[in-house]
T-cell receptor, first 114, second 112 residues
Framework: DAGVTQSPTHLIKTRGQHVTLRCSPI?????VSWYQQVLGQGPQFIFQ???????GRGNFPDRFSARQFPNYSSELNVNALLLGDSALYLC?????????????FGPGTRLLVL | GQQLNQSPQSMFIQEGEDVSMNCTSS?????WLWYKQDPGEGPVLLIA?????ELTSNGRLTAQFGITRKDSFLNISASIPSDVGIYFC????????????FGGGTRLMVKP
């Protein structure tokens, strides 16, 4: 079975632009979470979606938004990009949405903002 | 954002040596997890701990969930070159959905 897939793998943008990152969860998984990993640090939670509804939001500005589609895939959108948004963006999927279930991470999208 | 306190930040050891790393928090977590991340990849789950005091092994890896629910440690016995990577602890709370709070990572380097 395919694991969590993310696209694109790498992306270069300039300040002020907008970016959309995509994630496809493991087949049968209904929950997707997004994390930001700045170089040299652990991942930071951004959003969780379960059954197409937002179930959790981390301490990120409103420039960050996400949604989940009927097939449980998800998009992360970031508007008005800043240099500090440069990071590895990770997507994790799990079968349940209430915690306790194993979360499987994708390989990430590496975003560079110039 | 909040992160767990993970130590040491890095370790450079000889192949065959045992390794120990730990993670502490000022708040209680209901689940502790240990992940390994290789360059260019996402974190891979190594061990999950669900109960205070629990000691769980996965091959040469052993992890424990602290009695206070505010800490956890990971031991790797008889290290080999493929153990190289960054190890992260993560905590999860029952009332926080799937949100994981991560430590800053321990970078392990193994000298053959």
């Amino acid at each position: 079975d395919a694991g969590v897939t993310q696209s694109p793998t790498h992306l270069i943008k300039t300040r002020g632009q907008h970016v959309t990152l995509r994630c496809s969860p493991i087949s049968g998984h209904k929950s997707v979470s997004w994390y930001q990993q700045v170089l040299g640090q652990g991942p930071q939670f951004i959003f969780q979606y379960y059954e197409k509804e937002e179930r959790g939001r981390g301490n990120f500005p409103d420039r960050f938004s996400a949604r989940q589609f009927p097939n449980y895939s998800s998009e992360l959108n970031v508007n008005a990009l800043l240099l500090g948004d440069s990071a590895l963006y990770l997507c994790a999927s799990s079968s349940g949405g209430g915690g306790g279930g194993t979360q499987y991470f994708g390989p990430g999208t590496r975003l560079l903002v110039l | 954002g909040q992160q767990l306190n993970q130590s040491p930040q890095s370790m450079f050891i000889q192949e065959g040596e045992d390794v120990s790393m730990n993670c502490t928090s000022s708040s209680i977590f209901n689940t502790w997890l240990w992940y390994k991340q290789d360059p260019g990849e996402g974190p891979v789950l190594l061990i999950a701990l669900y109960k205070a005091g629990e000691l769980t092994s996965n091959g040469r890896l052993t992890a424990q969930f602290g009695i206070t629910r505010k800490d956890s440690f990971l031991n790797i016995s008889a290290s080999i070159p493929s153990d190289v990577g960054i190890y992260f602890c993560a905590g999860q709370k029952n009332n926080a959905g799937n949100m994981l709070t991560f430590g800053g990572g321990t970078r392990l380097m193994v000298k053959p």
